[in-house]
């Protein structure tokens, strides 16, 4: 099965990756970012690679 880069699926976080607490929302500064309630860090998460070799 193969995607093109651009359909790729975006799934939203479920805590912070700084203080684990589950109180995130959507950053009003930037389009993907996330602001936790908890510990006041706004963050982004972006994915890299699978680690799926392609052959």
């Known amino acids: 099965m193969s995607e093109d880069a651009g359909s790729t699926r975006n799934l ?3 805590h912070c990756p700084y203080c684990g607490d589950e109180d995130i929302t959507p950053y009003e ?3 993907d970012g996330w602001r936790c309630a908890s510990c006041l860090r706004a963050f982004t998460v ?4 699978t ?3 392609q052959g």
């Open 12 to 14: 939203p976080p479920f």
């Open 46 to 49: 972006r994915l890299i690679t």
């Open 51 to 53: 680690g799926v070799q």
């Open 29 to 31: 500064d930037s389009p």
